[in-house]
Structure formats: C-alpha cells, structure tokens
C-alpha cells in the first residue's frame, strides 16, 4: 500500500472505507470529503496545530492517534468544521469543533509520586479539570483511582498505591476516557526509608471558569501561564526538567534535556534467563548509510573513531558524546538485538523493555511496549534538523535479526 496519507486521501471515492497503514505520518492532512479512515498502529503528527483538519461531512475517524510536538497543550491536534465521530482516537493536543470535547483538559502528562513506603497503602491528591465526564482507565492492580468517573470541570482525584515492593519501581500508564483517548504516566519509588505517604498532594490544575466556555470554537487562554510538560516549549535547556517519559513517534529536542553527552542504559522487568541482549549503535551521514563499518559501535566495536559513542564491556551501556562527533554524521540509530538465547527467542519474552538516557540522573524514557516477535528493535534515532540535534522514540524492530538492519544502513555482515 503506497505510504503517502495526502495520496490516499485524495484518492479515496466519497462515502467509501479506506485503512491507513502502520506508521508515524507527518502532517499536517486535510480531508474534504466524507470518508471512514480506519488507523492500523498509525500516527499522524506534526509541530503546530492541527494535525488533522476536517472539512467535509460524514467523516469517521477510527483506531488513530493525533499528535503535537511543538506546540501548546491549549493548541488544537485536530480541528473540524462539521460533525465527526470519533473511535478510539488517541491525542496528544486539545481539539476543535468538537463540542464540550474543546474544553480544558489540564491534566499532566506525567505524574511523579516520588518516594513512598513499600507493601503498605499510600494515598496521593490531585485536582484536574477535563472537559467532558471522564472514565478512568488503570489496569495495574496495585494502583486504584477515586473516582474513576469525572464530570465536567474541575475534579478531586485521590490516587492509592498499595502491595507495591521495595524492590519494584512504579510505572504504569493511565487513559483517561472522554469521546478521545489522552494517555498520561504515573511513576513512582518505594522506599523503606520514606514515610507512608498520606494525601500527598501531586498536582494542582489551574482555576478555570466553565461558565464562559462556549462549546466550540478557539480555546481561551488560563489567566496564568502554567508549567506544562509538552515538549519543544523552548529549545533553551533546562535541567531542572523532571524525566520526560517518551511514546512511540514521539519527536522532541536533544539538548534541552540532555545537553551533549549522555549516558543510554537498557532494563527490563522480565526475561528469560538464558536470554542475552546487546546493544548496536550506527554513526550515519545524511543519506542514512554508514561512514564505514567501524560505524557501528558493538560489544566487537566498543568505540567510535572519534570517540563520539563508546560502548561499556562491564554492564553494556552506551555513553555518547556529541561534542566529539564527526561533522558528515547526521543520525546516530540505537538499536538493541538478542545475541544469545537461541533462535526461538524474540522481543515478546521481554516485559516492558524500557531505555533511559541519563545524565546526573534519568532525564528521557522509553518502554517499547509494541514489540512482538522481532529479535532486533531500533529504540532511538538521535538526529540532526535544522543545525538542531532532536530525539526520535522509535520502537520498532527486524525479524531477521541485525542483519537487515546493517544492510539498510551500507554496511556488510558475513551471514
């Protein structure tokens, strides 16, 4: 199926069914003309609103996910002009034309619980403010909200983490479920040196006053700026940052959380045993294709000619050094392949595969949830845009292990 969504959307007959293919998908698109589009792990995307624009009738959006990179939470992800129905439609934005949906959704894209008490129940206050009645949706058993149903407005949520071990970090998603879908994350640490914690206060949203919302249109804008965690808000770096939790097509600046070196490190929850997983690192020039074959940073490479990603033999993590890179290389590709374990195992044993990149602490995640039967998954591409160094989460992989992967990027291996 050809790639291009401008194409396939132009193409479609009116009052038809089309399904996009898999992917991320950079907009902005427009549709004029009444169509159901049917999303297969798609994602369209783009830096300013919208990344969707509606301007016909009859128009079905369904099993999509809409995002902005580079704009304000109160900018419009997806903007219509007529009535459209939406299933499961994930976004990452506000909308427009679509009724109380318009509303603020001021809820934080990442929750920090910090440190609590291991085994016994802890309580957490937030106040959030959603546009619509909301359904909760958290399906670790350990983590129960109250109420797990919101009106309109401003709301009270209480948060109880309980039978959570001191040897366990807490993370784990949440839905919250109006006619979209908005996917936050709630992280964690118990400590058997913390107190219980006992209505610790996590997040205060902004006072908003609903009675002046008319249910379409632009969004006001808060009486007060409010910190956001959306990402591109600046491109000046900020340390002060808490650790940005990245999802798959995610796209946001390197240096305003990294700087120019860093430190990569892979983990997991779960795996087996005989199990053994490397990581690979390709130095490439514009055309994606590698300098030469000591390009590729490995456990039988362990550093680059310039000294710009060096590979650790004593736990397998990857250092990487901007200052030092070679000024033909534009994309840096970190990628993780099973190199022991035998030829039946695969990215699907691994629970939660997550990498982090650190500098004096944890300051980007990503947990690549959506592999399934790959021996080989590309996590990160670290790429150059603009005379600007950005981050890519990635997450997909080869079923042919490294060998397509070195291939695609010039560079001979012995089969």
Same mark, same amino acid.
């Given at each position: ?209 609903? &009675?002046?919302? $008319? @249910?379409?249109? /632009? ?5 007060? !700026?409010?910190? =956001?965690? %959306? ?116 990215? &699907?044993?691994? $629970? @939660?595969?997550? /990498? ?5 602490? !944890?300051?980007? =995640?990503? %947990? ?48």
């Amino acid at each position: 199926m050809d790639d291009n969504l401008n194409l396939i959307i132009d193409r479609a007959r009116p009052n038809t069914e089309i399904t996009l293919p898999a992917g991320e998908f950079e907009g902005p698109f427009v549709i004029s003309k009444p169509l159901k589009i049917i999303g297969a792990t798609t994602t369209i995307w783009a830096k300013k609103s919208p990344a969707l624009e509606i301007r016909s009738a009859g128009v079905k959006l369904v099993n999509i996910r809409a995002e902005l990179t580079e704009s304000s939470p109160e900018d419009a992800v997806i903007r219509t002009e007529f009535p459209c129905d939406v299933k499961n439609v994930e976004i990452l934005g506000a909308v427009s034309g679509f009724g109380k949906e318009d509303g603020f959704f001021d809820v934080p894209r990442t929750i920090q619980l910090g440190e609590f008490l291991p085994e016994e129940e802890n309580s957490f206050k937030m106040t959030v403010n959603v546009p619509d009645k909301t359904e909760i949706q958290c399906d670790m058993r350990n983590v129960v909200f109250e109420p797990r149903t919101l009106s309109r407005g401003r709301n009270e949520i209480t948060v109880k983490v309980s039978g959570i071990s001191a040897q366990t970090y807490l993370y784990t998603e949440v839905l919250f479920k109006t006619g979209f879908i908005r996917r936050i994350y709630l992280f964690g640490k118990p400590s058997v040196i913390a107190e219980r914690a006992v209505n610790k206060r996590v997040y205060e949203a902004p006072e908003r006053d609903y &009675s002046t919302m $008319k @249910n379409a249109g /632009v969004l006001p804008k808060a009486e007060s !700026e409010v910190k =956001s965690d %959306v990402v591109s808000m600046s491109d000046k770096a900020d340390l002060s940052l808490e650790a940005l939790v990245l999802t798959r097509g995610m796209r946001v600046p390197l240096t305003k959380y990294l700087g120019t070196k860093f430190t990569v490190f892979f983990s997991c929850k779960e795996m087996p045993r005989e199990m053994d997983i490397d990581p690979y690192i390709f130095l490439l020039d514009e055309n994606g294709k590698a300098l030469a074959d000591s390009s590729l940073v490995f456990f039988g490479n362990e550093r680059s000619e310039n000294g710009e990603a060096v590979y650790s033999q004593k736990d397998g993590h990857v250092e990487i050094d901007l200052a030092k890179i070679d000024y033909r290389v534009k994309k840096i590709t970190l990628a993780y392949s099973i190199y022991a374990g035998g030829e039946a195992m695969n990215f &699907s044993m691994v $629970k @939660n595969p997550r /990498v982090s990149l650190w500098t004096d602490r !944890e300051r980007v =995640s990503f %947990v690549m949830n959506e592999l399934s039967d790959v021996t080989t998954a590309v996590s990160f591409e670290f790429y150059v845009y603009k005379g600007e160094w950005k981050i890519s989460a990635i997450g997909a992989g080869y079923r042919d292990g490294m060998a397509r992967l070195c291939e695609s990027c010039g560079i001979e291996v012995e089969e």
